[in-house]
């Protein structure tokens, strides 16, 4: 009994408590567009910044990651991704970071109750409706691309509105609590002043 308790309480720190985000049947043309985005190849650099600023953002947050990722090669790696790939999807990579932080605490192997996985948190079906069978939602790249991919469709959804996007997100469409808790994260800890602010809509 005392080795299955110990068990369990190794397993803990790998289970999320957020939410998961819920099956919508997708448009054909809807399934095609974000089928393209996932699976269309990444390219590991900065995409929006010169060279000074996207050092000095690289230095400023790898700083604020330490406590969570004390390698520092794993944070540039992580970072420089996360900064792809929000960027990629018109995403604020802050924003992105308070999601991460939210959902997972940046656990690479983070499952919800619900059965979401990663980094971010991405429920399995999306790899059924818009992906393919070898994608692994616990690999980084994958699980930012589907991600921010998922993010950016939900902001479509509902026309560039943050508070009801970060809802869907979540699976708790209408509801204050998760939106004002990636907003409150992305003001205390990974507010950047060279991008743009997101409007809480």
């Known amino acids: 009994m005392r080795k299955l308790t110990?068990?369990?309480m190794i397993l803990m720190p790998l289970i999320a408590q957020a939410g998961a985000q819920m099956y919508e049947?997708?448009?054909?043309?809807?399934?095609?567009?974000?089928?393209?985005?996932?699976?269309?190849?990444?390219?590991?650099?900065?995409?929006?910044?010169?060279?000074?600023?996207?050092?000095a953002w690289l230095t400023t947050m790898s700083e604020r990651l330490k406590k969570h990722m004390p390698d520092q090669n794993e944070r540039n790696d992580f970072l420089t991704?996360?900064?792809?790939e929000a960027t990629r999807a018109g995403l604020d990579p802050q924003l992105v970071l308070s999601i991460i932080q939210v959902e997972s605490s940046f656990r690479k192997y983070a499952i919800s109750t619900a059965g979401a996985r990663g980094y971010m948190q991405i429920m399995p079906f999306w790899v059924d409706t818009i992906g393919s069978k070898e994608h692994n939602l616990f690999?980084?790249?994958?699980?930012?691309?589907?991600?921010?991919?998922i993010l950016r469709h939900y902001l479509d959804i509902e026309r560039g509105n943050y508070f009801r996007a970060l809802?869907?997100?979540?699976?708790?469409l209408g509801q204050a609590t998760y939106p004002e808790l990636v907003f409150n994260t992305w003001s205390k800890y990974w507010y950047y002043p060279i991008t743009q602010e997101i409007a809480q809509n």
């Open 167 to 172: 809802g869907r997100y979540n699976g708790s």
């Open 139 to 149: 690999h980084l790249r994958v699980n930012l691309r589907y991600g921010c991919t």
């Open 6 to 8: 110990g068990f369990i």
């Open 25 to 55: 049947p997708l448009s054909a043309s809807t399934r095609t567009v974000l089928q393209k985005a996932v699976s269309d190849q990444a390219i590991s650099h900065f995409i929006t910044l010169p060279e000074a600023e996207s050092k």
């Open 81 to 84: 991704t996360v900064h792809y």
